[in-house]
């Protein structure tokens, strides 16, 4: 038994591990997926405004995203092959293609909203009529699959009217998970008031939601044409940089000359609302080497706080404050 040396152990050893590892590498961890940093990316190359000819102040915008694939059955069972800055995070419970339709319909619906604000504040006169949100699609296996369909329009809920998809999200902030909210929606015509339990969100247990997802049935004509093209960028959470590079690009100065990241769900009236992968974009806005962050206030700015490393953040809960707060920077 000489073939048998520590060397020829060691180094057979190391090919089953090395074996093993390629083996879970190749598979998929089923339900899971992995949120990855995405440096910042500026805002003024994707928005054209009439004569944009004009060079704005200085100081560019930029809007972070996050980038999210399946989960190796590897990087879930051993944390450090994961890359840096990446989370494992439950796996929506839809198709890619159906998750990725949702993503682009809440980016357009973003683009329309953050072009209604901008141009509110510039003062124009904006033709805008909000008649609740539009259910796209609902979470099966939840209470709400019995009660609610795709194209219902929610329109209030526990007696609040509801206008945006923030607006819901502000009535659900009341509750917890398996409390009952009383939603109100029209289909086909014809008004009707259910009682939804709210289930868990699975990024923060202690979050309620209704089993829904939901886009802002928002109708306007703009004063102004418009044009934002992201390319392949889903998700609503760019409204507040959109916003602010509008605004900067008609001619204000926004920024004073600071290098400035921003990130927060706009409604219609201007508020902010949270947004997710919070980690991942604070990192984003980091590599980028901007000045400050700006990110919906409460628990996102607590969070990117926690990996800031010096990055200034700067809560804001609606758009005028944003503009004020960047007014102030020094």
Do not use: C
Not at 229 to 242: K, N
Request: net charge positive.
């Amino acid at each position: 038994m000489r073939w048998l040396t520590p060397a020829r152990l060691a180094a057979g050893g190391l090919f089953l591990l090395g074996a093993a590892a390629f083996v879970l590498w190749l598979v998929p961890a089923d339900g899971t997926d992995i949120l990855l940093v995405d440096p910042a990316h500026p805002v003024d190359p994707i928005v054209s405004v009439p004569d944009d000819s004009k060079t704005p102040a200085p100081g560019p915008i930029y809007f972070v995203d996050v980038r999210e694939r399946g989960a190796r059955l590897l990087e879930r069972l051993v944390p450090f092959t994961r890359p840096s800055g990446s989370s494992l995070t439950p796996a929506p419970p839809v198709s890619s293609a159906v998750e990725q339709q949702i993503g682009q319909q809440d980016m357009t619906e973003s683009q329309k909203v953050a072009a209604v604000v901008a141009l509110n504040y510039l003062g124009y006169k904006v033709q805008a009529t909000s008649g609740g949100v539009t259910i796209v699609l609902v979470e099966q296996g939840t209470p709400a699959a019995k009660l609610l369909k795709t194209s219902d329009l929610i329109v209030a809920a526990d007696g609040h009217k509801v206008t945006s998809v923030l607006g819901l999200r502000k009535v659900l902030a009341k509750h917890r998970p398996g409390d009952i909210v009383q939603v109100t929606y029209v289909r086909d015509g014809k008004r009707k008031t259910v009682a939804v339990k709210t289930v868990a969100d699975p990024q923060d247990s202690k979050r309620a939601l209704v089993g829904v997802s939901a886009r802002d049935n928002l109708k306007v004509k703009l004063p102004v044409k418009i044009k934002i093209d992201a390319g392949g960028v889903g998700g609503p959470s760019a409204g507040l940089a959109f916003a602010l590079d509008i605004v900067r690009e008609l001619g204000r100065d926004v920024t004073h000359g600071h290098r400035v990241a921003a990130t927060g769900e706009i409604a219609p009236d201007g508020s902010v609302g949270p947004i997710g992968g919070v980690k991942q974009k604070t990192l984003g806005a980091r590599k980028a080497g901007v000045d400050a962050f700006l990110v919906p206030a409460g628990e996102n700015a607590q969070e990117a706080r926690r990996y800031a490393d010096g990055l200034r953040i700067i809560p804001v809960q609606n758009f005028p404050q944003a503009l004020r707060a960047l007014a102030t920077l020094r």
